[in-house]
């Protein structure tokens, strides 16, 4: 513990100090990264369960920093969202994942996630509507994936983006499905197009039948309620033929393929990048 002012006594232990500035740190690198072309997307295939054939792809954020290499989007995403720089970050992969698969050969769909925080944005619809027409990417080629967590700060809100996003043609997707407290009422009060079943019922199918009833459930829902169905997570052959045999339509995991770079575009113009 050390002094401060007049006699207040701040209980930081100096290990905490540390940690205190290497999160300062890392905020004001995240802030940096894109004009410093440290971000580049990550493509993972979704692919049609019967046939294994690509659909369309995920796009998954990278940052590779100088020092660190290669930081976890489970660590700094949390950093960005917290410090608000996922707002930039956030556009930047729209405008690249966009203008990266418009370059594809064939016009597959592109799932680009994005942020509660981003969701809080009156003009997020506006942003994508931007990266559509620079891009010239066809709407109905990109879908938005959204964890419940976006929708609960402000449902009204949230509700005239997701008009407005209809209305361009872009798809929605509801993200990590089953994993948040009221999946079954967001469902019903959110126009969502598609499901995807959360990679954790996934990883206990084997040998688990209360997770094989729930994927079994969870693709009745998504007919009857006429939405697309994922399971993602699917890392073994066994995995997969369950999820078939239950009649889920579309599948992703390591097991079809890692995400990895497009090698199927051409290089972001420098003014796109620097947006
Ligand atoms: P997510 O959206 O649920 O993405 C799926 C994650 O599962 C990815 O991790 C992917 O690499 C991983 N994955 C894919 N197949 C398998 C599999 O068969 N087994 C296992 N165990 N994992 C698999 P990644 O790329 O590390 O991303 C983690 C999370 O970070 C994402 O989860 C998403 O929530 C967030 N994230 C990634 N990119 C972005 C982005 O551009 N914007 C925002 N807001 N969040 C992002
Ligand atoms: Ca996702
Ligand atoms: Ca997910
Ligand atoms: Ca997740």
Redesign the pocket.
Known sequence: AKQSGRGNVCFFAPSMDREVRARRQMEHDLRLAVQRHQTF??Y?PMVASASGEIVGY?????WRHPELGEV???VF?PVA?ESGS?VQ??EW?LTAACHEAAGWAEPLTVA????PV?FQLPNLAAIVEGCLRRSGLAPHRLQI?V?EAALMRDPEAVRSIFRQLKALGVGIVM??FGTGYSSLNSLQSFPFDKI?I??SFI?ALEGDEAARSVVKAIVGLGRSLNLAVVA????TEAQWRLVVEEGCPEA????FG??EVSRLTPELPPAAAAA
């Open positions: 997307l990550a993972q995920e796009a998954l954020l990278r976890p989007p489970e995403i969202e996922i970050l956030g992969v680009v996630n994005v942020s981003q994936e964890t993200d990590d995807k959360d990679k990883g993602e997570g699917i890392e992703q995991g390591y097991l890692f995400p």
